[in-house]
């Protein structure tokens, strides 16, 4: 056993989840947090801004990995508090069924999804927030907009690998999309 070896339980070192991703799938979770009005309508999304490995800046959902031993819910609260701050407030729905499933290959063309590093399946969730979301780890920024500029050409073209698609599969599954 390597001294790089992680010791927290369900995770992998660098070599061992290079070696999973390129032999099976892996799960993840995606989140889009939305503002709701009282009503229960959507009226804003939020969408986080990084700088990938690469330097080039993308908006993306909130999304990662599920845990070995980690119920979905878990992971999901994981990922909000990690990529929104402690005090977003998620109402995270109590049926744990997603709006969609991502289906994310390392060869274009396959499905609108693509990750380089893997073949990944998302389950998918629209996800309320309600506090003050303050955005951590490798997010610069948290921007919200309505949604109609969330479908927007413009912020489409800024999302990648396919999230702009399940962005927009949120979108038509609340109502927002005529």
Do not use: N
Request: proline share 9%; hydrophobic share 40%; net charge negative.
């Amino acid at each position: 056993m390597s001294d790089m070896t992680e010791t927290t339980p369900g995770w992998l070192s660098p070599d061992d989840l290079e070696s999973a991703r390129a032999h099976m799938p892996i799960l993840y979770v995606e989140a889009v947090p939305v503002r709701v009005d009282d009503s229960g309508e959507v009226t804003s999304v939020g969408l986080l801004l990084r700088i990938g490995p690469d330097g080039t800046v993308s908006r993306t959902l909130v999304s990662g990995r599920v845990l070995h031993h980690e119920r979905v819910r878990d992971a999901l609260l994981r990922h909000l508090e990690k990529d929104l701050g402690p005090v977003a407030l998620p109402r995270v729905p109590s049926s744990l069924q997603p709006f969609t499933v991502a289906e994310y290959f390392p060869t274009l063309g396959i499905t609108p999804f693509h990750d380089p590093r893997q073949h990944a399946v998302a389950l998918a969730y629209i996800v309320p927030v309600t506090g003050d979301c303050r955005p951590r780890q490798d997010a610069l920024d948290l921007v919200w907009f309505s949604p109609q500029e969330a479908a927007s050409e413009v912020v489409q073209s800024e999302m990648p690998g396919g999230q702009g698609v399940v962005l927009k599969q949120a979108l038509a599954h609340v109502g927002c999309l005529s």
